[in-house]
C-alpha cells in the first residue's frame, strides 16, 4: 500500500478566484469570532453546517446549547483543515465539536475523503483533548442513485470504521433518511439534490440533538 501523502489531508486555503476575498474575510472573522465566543458546541464544515443556522432548528435547538457555526459554503477537507490550523481554534474550548465536510472533494477519492475527515479529526483531538467529536455521514446527493452517491455511501462506511477506533468520536450517519422507497431524493428535503430544505434539516436535527445533549449530559426541559 502507498504511503505517499493524501491530497485530501492536505491543507490550503480556496483559491480566490473571483478575486473578492469573500472566503478569507469569513475566516478571519471565524478567528475574531474566537476571541471573544465560548461555545459548548462548535460546528465546522460546508454550506451544510452553514445553511442550517439560517433555519429554525437552529435558533430552536442548537442555538441555545451555545453553539458556535464556522460553516463556508463550497469548503473541502483541505480547506477545514486550512482554517483549524490557522486560528479557527483559537481560544475556545467546546464540550462538543460536530464536524461535517467532505461532499465537496470532488477531485478525491472515497479512501481520501474518509482520510481528509480523519485528519480533521485528528487535529482537533491533538487541540481540544478534552472536546467529544460528532462526525455526520455524507449525505446522499441528486434526484436519483448516481456515483457520487455511491461515493458518499462508501465515504460513510469507512468514517464508520475509522470513528469505532476512537472513543470520543461519534458517527452519525442519516443518509438513509433522505433516500425514499424508489431511490429517489424528494425536493422537500433537498430543494437542490443536495442542500436541505427546512424540513431536511428538521430530519436531521433532532437525532443530532439528542445525541448532543446525551454528550453535554443534560436533561431537556
Not at 9 to 22: H, N
Not at 71 to 96: M, S
Amino acid at each position: 500500500m502507498s504511503v505517499g501523502l493524501n491530497p485530501a489531508a492536505v491543507s490550503s486555503p480556496v483559491e480566490d478566484v473571483q478575486g473578492d476575498v469573500r472566503w478569507m474575510s469569513q475566516h478571519e472573522h471565524f478567528v475574531l469570532d474566537c476571541k471573544d465566543a465560548e461555545p459548548d458546541v462548535w460546528f465546522i464544515g460546508d454550506s451544510m453546517i452553514q445553511l442550517m443556522q439560517q433555519h429554525e432548528v437552529w435558533k430552536n435547538l442548537f442555538s441555545p446549547l451555545h453553539a458556535l457555526n464556522f460553516g463556508l459554503a463550497g469548503d473541502t477537507t483541505c480547506n477545514v483543515l486550512w482554517r483549524i490550523q490557522n486560528g479557527e481554534l483559537q481560544n475556545i474550548q467546546p464540550k462538543v465539536v460536530v464536524i461535517w465536510v467532505g461532499t465537496n472533494n470532488h477531485q478525491h477519492t472515497a479512501e481520501q475523503v474518509a482520510g481528509g475527515v480523519m485528519a480533521i479529526t485528528e487535529f482537533i483531538m491533538s487541540q481540544l483533548p478534552h472536546a467529544k467529536i460528532i462526525i455526520l455521514g455524507l449525505l446522499p446527493r441528486g434526484e436519483y442513485p448516481n456515483p457520487l452517491r455511491e461515493k458518499n455511501a462508501e465515504v460513510n462506511v469507512l468514517l464508520r470504521a475509522h470513528v469505532s477506533q476512537l472513543s470520543p468520536v461519534h458517527f452519525l450517519d442519516l443518509s438513509s433518511e433522505f433516500i425514499q422507497s424508489d431511490g429517489s431524493i424528494s425536493k422537500q428535503d433537498m430543494f437542490d439534490f443536495l442542500h436541505l430544505t427546512a424540513a431536511g434539516y428538521e430530519t436531521l436535527a433532532k437525532p443530532l440533538y439528542d445525541l448532543l445533549l446525551e454528550i453535554l449530559d443534560e436533561k431537556p426541559c
